[in-house]
T-cell receptor, first 113, second 111 residues
Framework: QKEVEQDPGPLSVPEGAIVSLNCTYS??????FMWYRQYSRKGPELLMY????GNKEDGRFTAQVDKSSKYISLFIRDSQPSDSATYLC?????????????FGKGTKLTVNP | EPEVTQTPSHQVTQMGQEVILRCVPI?????FYWYRQILGQKVEFLVS????????KSEIFDDQFSVERPDGSNFTLKIRSTKLEDSAMYFC?????????FGPGTRLTVT
């Protein structure tokens, strides 16, 4: 079983839709969870950083962590064409300080005007 | 807004040649990383670096690879004797120490 699994999509939605992106993981040692956005041929851009189980909101983005199910989600409300990108989940075992990130493969999202 | 920068954006090299990929991390960050992404694959960790020494390296990071912080601003990844399978996007990242911020990447093409 892969450490981090993420449905690669592609996912295509109309503008204004609510988007749900998900990752599962197998290693219970993962404690810190991130979502990155990656535009084509660009570097990953940090969107959300969470630790505890529950929800964290930032504008139109909500990150949700369920450690008991080893499942994390990113919700995008009122999606915009500019949200079209690949979304990567990432996780680590400890907080910061040279800790490596383990990434999912990414979900490619297209928001159609 | 401070950002991680990388040069060159694209490097083409012949198999067996040495390449040096350069990064300028965010100025007050102390932790530095290299990751790579082969086309269509996951972003993979290569190495982390702190206090002028390697903190952790993956099994990918073999003797062919080395990292250096030659001065107070640059962080480099050297690949000796490149192989075809080294073709990938190479991303530098730095952290403060928790959140890792990535550069735009260097696309390495080995022919």
């Amino acid at each position: 079983q892969k450490e981090v699994e993420q449905d690669p999509g592609p996912l295509s939605v109309p503008e204004g839709a609510i988007v749900s992106l998900n990752c599962t993981y197998s290693n219970s040692a993962f404690q810190y969870f991130m979502w990155y956005r990656q535009y084509s041929r660009k570097g990953p851009e940090l969107l959300m950083y969470t630790y505890s189980s529950g929800n964290k909101e930032d504008g139109r983005f909500t990150a949700q962590v369920d450690k008991s199910s080893k499942y994390i989600s990113l919700f995008i409300r009122d999606s915009q064409p500019s949200d079209s990108a690949t979304y990567l989940c990432a996780m680590s075992k400890t907080q910061g300080g040279s800790e490596k990130l383990v990434f999912g493969k990414g979900t490619k999202l297209t928001v159609n005007p | 807004e401070p950002e991680v920068t990388q040069t060159p954006s694209h490097q083409v090299t012949q198999m067996g040649q040495e390449v040096i990929l350069r990064c300028v991390p965010i100025s007050n960050h102390l932790y530095f990383y290299w990751y790579r992404q082969i086309l269509g694959q996951k972003v993979e960790f290569l190495v982390s670096f702190y206090n002028n020494e390697i903190s952790e390296k993956s099994e990918i990071f073999d003797d062919q690879f080395s990292v250096e912080r030659p001065d107070g601003s640059n962080f480099t990844l050297k690949i000796r004797s490149t192989k075809l399978e080294d073709s990938a996007m190479y991303f530098c990242a730095s952290s403060d120490p928790d959140e890792q911020y990535f550069g735009p990447g260097t696309r390495l093409t080995v022919t």
